[in-house]
């Protein structure tokens, strides 16, 4: 069984200002990791995943996260928000190999304030 | 079109209708989900298909019934709802069933209303 925590419900931070979503899991076997977004009115999209390979990943606007595996983390920063990063961000895990389930968060929104 | 599409967008419908939510993917992904998104709560998996078959089935109530007819497209048919039901319904695409490793495709959701 896995399961994902996302602690903080809602972040406010002040337009160019830095900003972390935290995000644990907990899993018997190798993960996959993933970040997705979820903009007002619409579906998820994925923003970044860890399959293998560098602990770190980016997303193409900026976001990046780091896999620690040894506090079972993956959180998800930015140096500088913009008021267009508003949204709701889901962290995601699921077992690495043949199918398996993905398991979401309960989601963080992050609120930029100009 | 592209992508991920869901039909209605809203739907608000008594406990005694029967109703039906459609997903229509054009990535030429072979397998679909139905996600049930509620407030403060993980997003709960209903369904799975794969090349058209159910390949899993969260235990979900009977009066909710999936339908693939074929791999493009994804039914979800509503029968005596009740109002906790009430709850955002995403539909889900990936390349396959291992679609863990490319990411999901989701449709914009349709938000539906028991009364």
């Known amino acids: 069984a896995q399961s994902v925590t996302q602690l903080d419900s809602q972040v406010p931070v002040f337009e160019e200002a830095p900003v972390e979503l935290r995000c644990n899991y907990s899993?018997?076997?190798?993960?996959?990791l993933f970040w997705y977004v979820q903009y007002p009115n619409q579906g998820l999209q994925l923003l970044l995943k860890y399959l293998s390979g560098s602990t770190l990943v980016e997303s193409i606007n900026g976001f990046e996260a780091e896999f620690n595996k040894s506090q079972t983390s993956f959180h998800l920063r930015k140096p500088s928000v913009h008021i267009s990063d508003t949204a709701e961000y889901f962290c995601?895990?699921?077992?690495?190999?043949?199918?398996?389930?993905?398991?979401f968060g309960t989601g963080t929104k992050l609120q930029v304030i100009p | 079109e592209t992508g991920v599409t869901q039909t209605p967008r809203h739907l608000v419908m008594g406990m005694t209708n029967k109703k039906s939510l459609k997903c229509e993917q054009h990535?030429?992904?072979?397998?679909m989900y139905w996600y049930k998104q509620s407030a403060k709560k993980p997003l709960e998996l209903m369904f799975v298909?794969?090349?058209?078959?159910?390949?899993e089935n969260n235990s979900v109530p009977s009066r909710f019934s999936p339908e693939c007819p074929n791999s493009s497209h994804l039914f979800l048919h509503l029968h005596t709802l009740q109002p906790e039901d009430s709850a955002l319904y995403l539909c889900?695409?990936?390349?396959?069933?291992?679609?863990?490793?490319?990411?999901?495709?989701f449709g914009s959701g349709t938000r539906l209303t028991v009364v």
């Open positions: 990535l030429g992904h072979n397998a």
């Open positions: 298909y794969s090349l058209e078959e159910r390949v």
């Open positions: 889900a695409s990936s390349q396959e069933v291992t679609g863990q490793l490319y990411g999901y495709t």
């Open positions: 995601a895990v699921s077992g690495s190999g043949g199918y398996q389930k993905v398991t």
């Open positions: 899993s018997s076997v190798s993960v996959y």
